[in-house]
């Protein structure tokens, strides 16, 4: 079957930085995605990568092992407003997006 | 920009009635639209594919019967919820593809909270 795995909740201070992982096994890979949510709200784009490596833009930078079936989201100088969940999903062998559970982020002061 | 609008936002009815609800890509054309499903604190459930001019392709589970996608032009998308019950209240959110964009991001449109009493 396919599965995406990251973490329910995490709790990180705000200016600090946190990692959010997230492990998958699908039918084929076509890139992985990683999206925002607020809560009530329509998730927004953050990144894709499709090749291993390292992709920074802003505060944000997302990192993708193909080998490990590993990606993380990494954002820095943390804001009250990046609070929401982080989505994880895969573009399988069938371009349809595997999503993961996400992750609640939530940001103390 | 590729903006998706939803339209309504949100809707309140009586169960056994039916619920439509609009998904539009303003400024680029989508050939392909999707809808997906979400409960709270859940991750999205992928409802349907829905190709321009073609029946829309279900997943597993999904009633087409009951959930009624129409894909009747290239910035145009509806799903229709006939004779809904209470178990039918969640948010439904609709994405489009893009086919001028490099690789295959879906644009979300903002959600449909349907409350069906």
């Known amino acids: 079957g396919q599965n995406i795995d990251q973490p329910t909740e995490m709790t990180a201070t705000e200016g600090a930085i946190v990692q959010i992982n997230c492990t998958y096994q699908?039918?084929?890979?076509?890139?992985l995605f990683w999206y925002q949510q607020h809560a009530g709200e329509a998730p927004t784009f953050l990144s894709y990568?499709?090749l291993d490596g390292l992709e920074e833009k802003g505060r944000f930078s997302s990192f993708l092992s193909r080998s490990k079936g590993y990606s993380y989201l990494l954002l820095k100088e943390l804001q009250m407003k990046d609070s929401a969940s982080y989505l994880c999903?895969?573009?399988?062998?069938?371009?349809?997006?595997?999503w993961g559970a996400g992750t609640k982020l939530i940001i103390k002061p | 920009g590729a903006v998706v609008s939803q339209h309504p936002s949100r809707v309140i009815c009586k169960s056994g009635t039916s619920v439509k609800i609009e998904c539009r890509s303003l400024d680029f054309q989508a050939t392909t639209m999707f809808w997906y499903r979400q409960f709270p604190k859940k991750s999205l459930m992928l409802m349907a594919t829905?190709?321009?001019?073609?029946?829309?392709?279900?997943e597993q589970g999904v009633e087409k019967d009951k959930f009624l996608i129409n894909h009747a032009s290239l910035t145009l998308s509806t799903l229709t919820v006939t004779s809904a019950h209470p178990e039918d209240s969640s948010f439904y959110i609709c994405s489009a593809r893009n086919r001028d964009r490099d690789y295959n991001e879906q644009f979300f449109g903002p959600g449909t909270r349907l409350t069906v009493l």
């Open positions: 999903a895969v573009l399988d062998s069938n371009y349809q997006l595997i």
């Open positions: 990568n499709v």
């Open positions: 699908t039918s084929g890979f076509n890139g």
């Open positions: 829905s190709n321009e001019g073609s029946k829309a392709t279900y």
